[in-house]
T-cell receptor
Framework: DAKTTQPPSMDCAEGRAANLPCNHS???????VYWYRQIHSQGPQYIIH???NNETNEMASLIITEDRKSSTLILPHATLRDTAVYYC?????????????FGKGTKLTVNP | DAGITQSPRHKVTETGTPVTLRCHQT?????MYWYRQDPGHGLRLIHY???????DKGEVSDGYSVSRSKTEDFLLTLESATSSQTSVYFC???????????FGSGTRLTVV
């Protein structure tokens, strides 16, 4: 699976958009980009994923560059409850099995 | 998420004793995973399963074994617990690449 690079921490003002970048320059054609977050000591929570096209759901938007080497997770109106560690993961199938490997993620702090 | 239930939620055990953690899912997930999370290391994959009786090793599998005799249950066993296995353990499940994965609430294991 391709590796990802994320900034270790970011700050965002409450009510503003939070834009979390992820670099995955070694991504291959069959690998998806996934985003999860972990709030305090809870289990990670799935946010969104995509392959080539931009995606949007009730939680966030995912913007993937045309060359697929980077992506941005957008939380359009961040709230204090969005303070969490955000993980960008790239994965695909390998020999019929699937690994889901987490990196260190970005610690997002939403400030009042 | 109620679809993934981990038991026990907390456990204290003595060094050298066997310990089994249980992950139970009600959503017919094909893929299931066990992770451990420690300060400074993030989430690390221990073992995963891609079907009943089909399992494979992750990043940190030494000292752990798993079993999956039916779709619903994925068991993680520490044959002889050591203090280095003190950690929070998370289970996850999912259907495959085009879906997000669901995590349990975690099991906090302390080996004394």
């Amino acid at each position: 699976d391709a590796k990802t690079t994320q900034p270790p921490s970011m700050d965002c003002a409450e009510g503003r958009a939070a834009n979390l970048p992820c670099n995955h320059s070694t991504i291959s054609g069959n690998e998806y980009v996934y985003w999860y977050r972990q709030i305090h000591s809870q289990g990670p929570q799935y946010i969104i994923h995509g392959l080539k096209n931009n995606e949007t759901n009730e939680m966030a938007s995912l913007i993937i560059t045309e060359d697929r080497k980077s992506s941005t997770l957008i939380l359009p109106h961040a709230t204090l409850r969005d303070t969490a560690v955000y993980y960008c993961i790239v994965r695909g199938t390998q020999g019929g099995s699937e690994k889901l490997v987490f990196g260190k993620g970005t610690k997002l702090t939403v400030n009042p | 998420d109620a679809g993934i239930t981990q038991s026990p939620r907390h456990k204290v055990t003595e060094t050298g004793t066997p310990v089994t953690l249980r992950c139970h899912q009600t959503e017919n997930h094909r893929y299931m995973y066990w992770y451990r999370q420690d300060p400074g290391h993030g989430l690390r994959l221990i073992h995963y399963s891609y079907g009943v009786k089909d399992t494979d090793k992750g990043e940190v599998s030494d000292g752990y074994s798993v079993s999956r005799s039916k779709t619903e249950d994925f068991l993680l066993t520490l044959e002889s617990a050591t203090s280095s296995q003190t950690s929070v353990y998370f289970c996850a499940g999912g259907q495959g690449l085009d879906y997000g994965y669901t995590f349990g609430s975690g099991t906090r294991l302390t080996v004394v």
